[in-house]
């Protein structure tokens, strides 16, 4: 079993920034994909950011420029930097990660989400 904890929502500013985390622990072999999704009231939930096990990264063309993914693989982490926050940011982001319990069996697994609001 695998579980998700995310971390990091809240309140901030137009133009301020937040940092969301997203910690898996239990039986993990590997984890492959990491990413960062979110759902704004109204919308489907539309792709954030991502970050392969190799290291790359694919954003959206909204936060470009604006958010960093990271990962730290020794914590089984994955982190997303959002700078220059604007109230179009505003949803609830969700963490997604394609989870190896072994060399054959994958998991996808979604965090609890974690609400972002930008507002003055």
């Known amino acids: 079993q695998v579980q998700l904890v995310e971390s990091g929502g809240g309140l901030v500013q137009p133009g301020g920034s937040l940092r969301l985390s997203c910690a898996a622990s239990?039986?993990?072999?590997?984890?492959?994909?990491m990413g960062w999704y979110r759902q704004a009231p109204g919308k489907e939930r539309e792709l954030v950011a991502a970050i392969s096990s190799g290291g790359p990264t694919t954003y959206a063309d909204s936060v470009k420029g604006r958010f960093t993914i990271s990962r730290d693989n020794a914590k089984n982490t994955v982190y997303l930097q959002m700078n220059s926050l604007k109230p179009e940011d505003r949803a609830v982001y969700y963490c997604?990660?394609?989870?190896?319990?072994?060399?054959?069996?994958?998991?996808?697994?979604w965090g609890q989400g974690t609400l972002v609001t930008v507002s003055s």
């Open positions: 239990g039986n993990i072999f590997s984890i492959n994909a």
């Open positions: 997604n990660l394609r989870v190896a319990i072994d060399k054959n069996r994958y998991l996808e697994l």
